[in-house]
């Protein structure tokens, strides 16, 4: 062959027998014959460019950390090339909106484990563990994640507390904001959950986001269910990314409006079926190309493209994350009709462009975190680098994690039985004779953070209102560990609890102790139990003998143990509790969301039972 030529792009390139005559710019790809220089790692492999969405085979050159060049191998015959690796090199995934502490990991554990997923990069947001502790608590994520080769992000946590309306173990204000966003691994103001702070302009809230403004950092979102006026006033101040939606109108208005959508499937909250199901984005193709905004060749096309920019896990424990990270969601994305390369953009290259990360793609300058992939269906991950080192090996994780720090916030004196007793006042009822009164009650939906108000008619012993174990209505109590001791009762329906009881310390999003039961004697023994190990996931059952506890002894949130232990103890606590009748699928995930009084309808803080939508207290016994 004296020479040939190839149609790259539109280029034509002419290809002697020798090689090319000269270098070839082409955009910002330059075509070269050159050897790279000594020490640079190189590798010959077929990449992924993410942003034109084109796979071709490339010379990979790497230095100090960061990718050199990305040189297409141009030939028109497979037969010839001689490549490194078989399968794709596509860009390390990065989780955008994420909450390490629910995993019950510390930063560097957690890590570990998502390197073998493909995850080399998220954006967390650690308000969890700054309820707990404050600042020092995200300097804590910080700095246990820089002994390990991963890269965390995080956004400054913009409501500590949530709400005035529950007891939090630290306060983080405006200055405090400022402050942290001032930071380089701080990328964003992390998600802004008091959005009737923002629709009332309260001037510590205004703050937050005018800080965020000022060092020019994207502002996260939280607006479950905000619709029309106020969704746009939200909007209006710069709030750019929303994670809750649970039904695709919902994120559509958002979409329209101009928010990035985050699908969002964890543990307990899992909306990509209903965010990419099919009939719904058929209707939405028809209506945007009504409005003239799609573009395609065919409705099949149109339906291949994600309707929405990210994939998130939010919140996931260390039980699911063994199994997979977000390798999983882009599987599950793909499974759904969603084009591959663009599964995988919204898990790289569009969180990577939206913060301001230097990662997220195969391009020259970019930071060299990508993944050794079988193909772009199946995703079997074989090798992990981050910074251009090799991490992760057919699986085995090539570097070890020190013991983290213990740094805690727990002030709890003993509780008794009667503390979890839903007691009527001396007038409302007959000492003489039992009698009933109706209560609200929270529904708590399996796979779900919304939850439902009820209203149940209840019997009365001896002044104390009692559970109805056959109408699945049990006892909810949370308890301030901070130093108040103040204690509050209610009733919720939904977990199918026949006897026994379970408390955690992780409770969304101030982190006092919810415990729910059949009885007061076993939610005391059970918060006792956690009292004793300063934070965990605890079950009783006296009649099964059963008093067993993960004590999570960083903030009360995280182990300070690896993911193999933690996952098989969480699994261990989990069959204990389908023992004793629940059938949700993650039933401490679930129990966790619900003193998160941001979430509607109908929650529970140390200080009250909580009505969404009034957006205050409300007395648990309605009088009509």
């Given at each position: 062959?004296d020479?040939?030529?190839?149609?790259?792009e539109?280029?034509?390139?002419t290809?002697?027998?020798?090689?090319?005559?000269?270098d070839i710019?082409i955009?910002?790809?330059?075509i070269?014959?050159?050897e790279p220089?000594?020490?640079d790692l190189?590798?010959?492999?077929?990449?992924l460019?993410?942003e034109i969405k084109e796979v071709y085979?490339a010379?990979?050159?790497?230095?100090?950390?960061l990718?050199?060049?990305?040189i297409p191998?141009i030939t028109d015959?497979?037969?010839?090339l001689?490549?490194?690796?078989d399968?794709v090199?596509?860009p390390?995934?990065?989780?955008s909106?994420?909450h390490i502490?629910?995993?019950?990991l510390s930063?560097?554990?957690?890590?570990k484990?998502a390197?073998t997923?493909?995850?080399?990069s998220?954006?967390a947001?650690?308000?969890e563990?700054?309820n707990v502790l404050?600042?020092?608590?995200v300097?804590?994520?910080?700095?246990?994640?820089?002994k390990?080769?991963f890269?965390f992000?995080?956004?400054?946590p913009?409501?500590?507390?949530?709400?005035p309306?529950?007891?939090?173990?630290?306060?983080?204000?405006?200055?405090?904001v400022?402050e942290?966003?001032?930071h380089?691994e701080?990328?964003?103001?992390g998600?802004m959950?008091?959005?009737?702070g923002?629709l009332a302009?309260?001037?510590e809230?205004?703050?937050k986001?005018?800080?965020?403004?000022?060092?020019?950092k994207?502002?996260d979102?939280?607006?479950?269910l905000l619709s029309?006026d106020?969704?746009?006033?939200y909007?209006?101040y710069g709030i750019?990314?929303d994670?809750?939606?649970?039904n695709f109108?919902?994120?559509?208005?958002?979409?329209?409006?101009?928010m990035?959508?985050m699908?969002?499937e964890?543990?307990s909250a899992?909306?990509?079926?209903?965010?990419f199901?099919?009939?719904?984005?058929f209707?939405?193709?028809?209506e945007e190309?009504m409005r003239?905004?799609?573009?395609?060749?065919s409705t099949?096309?149109?339906?291949a493209?994600p309707?929405f920019d990210?994939l998130v896990c939010d919140?996931?424990?260390?039980r699911?994350?063994?199994?997979?990270h977000?390798?999983k969601?882009v599987?599950?994305a793909i499974?759904?009709?969603?084009n591959?390369?663009?599964?995988?953009a919204m898990?790289t290259f569009?969180?990577?462009e939206?913060?301001?990360?230097?990662?997220?793609?195969?391009?020259p300058g970019?930071?060299?975190?990508?993944?050794?992939?079988?193909?772009?269906k199946?995703?079997?991950?074989?090798?992990v680098?981050?910074?251009?080192?090799?991490?992760?090996?057919?699986g085995?994780?090539?570097?070890?994690?020190e013991a983290?720090?213990?740094i805690n916030?727990?002030?709890?004196?003993?509780?008794?039985?009667?503390?979890?007793?839903?007691?009527?006042?001396?007038?409302y009822v007959s000492?003489?004779?039992?009698?009933?009164?109706n209560?609200f009650?929270?529904e708590?939906?399996?796979g779900?953070l919304?939850?439902?108000k009820?209203?149940?008619?209840?019997?009365i012993?001896?002044?104390?209102?009692q559970?109805?174990?056959?109408?699945?209505?049990?006892?909810?109590?949370?308890?301030?560990r901070?130093g108040?001791n103040n204690?509050?009762?209610?009733f919720?329906?939904?977990?199918n609890i026949?006897?026994?009881?379970?408390?955690t310390?992780v409770s969304h999003d101030?982190?006092?102790?919810?415990a729910i039961?059949?009885?007061?004697?076993e939610m005391?023994?059970?918060?006792?139990l956690?009292r004793?190990?300063?934070?965990?996931?605890?079950?009783?059952?006296?009649?099964?003998?059963?008093?067993?506890?993960l004590?999570?002894?960083?903030?009360?949130?995280?182990?300070?143990?690896d993911?193999?232990?933690v996952?098989?103890k969480l699994v261990e606590?989990f069959?204990?509790?389908r023992?004793?009748?629940?059938t949700?699928?993650s039933?401490?995930?679930t129990?966790?969301?619900?003193?998160?009084?941001?979430?509607p309808a109908?929650?529970?803080?140390?200080l009250?039972?909580f009505?969404?939508?009034?957006?205050?207290f409300i007395?648990?016994?309605h009088n009509?």
């Open positions: 062959m020479e040939k030529t190839i149609d790259y539109g280029n034509i390139i290809v002697s027998a020798e090689g090319l005559d000269e710019e955009g910002d790809i330059t070269t014959d050159a220089p000594e020490g190189v590798i010959t492999a077929r990449i460019e993410v085979p010379e990979i050159v790497i230095e100090n950390g990718f050199k060049d990305a191998i015959d497979d037969s010839l001689d490549l490194d690796y399968g090199l596509i390390g995934f990065i989780d909106h994420c502490e629910s995993s019950k930063p560097s554990n957690f890590a484990v390197l997923h493909g995850t080399t998220v954006v947001d650690p308000h563990i700054a404050g600042i020092d608590g300097r804590f994520m910080i700095e246990d994640g820089n390990v080769p890269d992000y995080y956004g400054a913009s409501c500590v507390p949530a709400t309306f529950e007891s939090s173990g630290a306060i983080i204000d405006s200055k405090d400022a942290l966003l001032s380089d701080i990328v964003a103001l998600e959950m008091n959005f009737p923002v302009e309260d001037e809230v205004i703050a986001i005018k800080a965020a403004h000022d060092f020019g994207p502002i979102g939280h607006a479950p029309g106020d969704l746009k006033k909007i209006s750019s990314t994670h809750e939606c649970s109108a919902e994120a559509a208005e958002k979409k329209r409006a101009g990035k959508i699908v969002r964890g543990s899992k909306d990509m079926d209903n965010l199901d099919a009939d719904e984005r209707n939405y193709i028809i190309e003239g905004n799609i573009i395609a060749d099949d096309e149109a339906m493209v309707p990210f919140d996931v424990d260390a699911d994350l063994s199994k997979g977000l390798n969601l599987k599950k499974s759904m009709g969603i591959p390369k663009e599964a995988i898990a569009n969180p990577a939206h913060y301001g990360l230097n990662c997220g793609s195969i391009d970019k930071i060299a975190n990508f993944v050794l992939v079988d193909d772009l199946n995703l079997n991950i074989s090798k680098w981050v910074h251009g080192e090799l991490v992760v090996d057919d085995e994780v090539l570097f070890d994690v983290p720090e213990i916030n727990f002030d709890l004196d003993e509780v008794k039985p009667s503390d979890f007793d839903a007691t009527m006042e001396m007038g000492s003489l004779m039992d009698e009933t009164t209560v009650v929270i708590a939906y399996d779900e919304i939850t439902g009820l209203e149940e008619s209840l019997l012993k001896n002044k104390v209102i559970p109805d174990i056959d109408k699945d209505i049990i006892k909810i109590a949370v308890i301030n901070y108040g204690i509050t009762n209610g919720i329906k939904g977990f026949k006897k026994g009881a379970i408390a310390t101030s982190h006092n102790i919810v039961g059949t009885n007061s004697e005391a023994d059970a918060v006792n956690i004793q190990h300063q934070g965990g996931l605890a079950v009783v059952c006296k009649e099964d003998g059963i008093q067993d506890i004590d999570l002894p960083i903030a009360g949130l995280m182990s300070d143990k993911a193999e232990y996952a098989s606590l069959n204990l509790v023992g004793l009748g629940c949700l699928t039933p401490f995930m129990l966790s969301f619900m003193a998160l009084l941001v979430i109908f929650k529970i803080s140390d009250g039972l009505d969404f939508e009034k957006f205050d007395d648990l016994i009509i």
